[in-house]
Nanobody, 124 residues
């Protein structure tokens, strides 16, 4: 199993910046795609940005030019730098990872994992 732990959420004013992080951990874990999704009250969860282990990224049009995803493969960590934040960016942000780990009998375990979410609130 793989655990994802997010950090860095909080409340900021419109136009300010915030960076959130997510660390994936598990036994002999390797991570392929990592990404950020968000869910605002009353709305469906949506992809914000995702990045492969090779560095290829895709993102939602709503965050183009404002948000940047990056990762440190050695640390199994993904970051989301959010600039020029708007009130409509307010949501719970969830980290997601497609990862491979191994059980104690060395059986491979592949799966998609989610973090617990971190709240980002942008006040006007």
């Amino acid at each position: 199993q793989v655990q994802l732990v997010e950090s860095g959420g909080g409340e900021v004013q419109t136009g300010r910046s915030l960076r959130i992080s997510c660390v994936a951990s598990g036994r002999r874990t390797s991570v392929n795609t990592m990404g950020w999704h968000r869910q605002a009250p009353g709305r469906e969860r949506e992809l914000v940005e995702a990045i492969t282990s090779g560095g290829s990224a895709n993102y939602a049009d709503s965050v183009k030019g404002r948000f940047t995803i990056s990762r440190d493969n050695a640390k199994n960590t993904v970051y989301l730098q959010m600039n020029s934040l708007k009130p409509e960016d307010t949501a719970v942000y969830y980290c997601e990872a497609d990862a491979l780990s191994y059980s104690y009998d060395d059986s491979p375990i592949a799966g998609r994992y989610w973090g617990q979410g971190t709240q980002v609130t942008v006040s006007s």
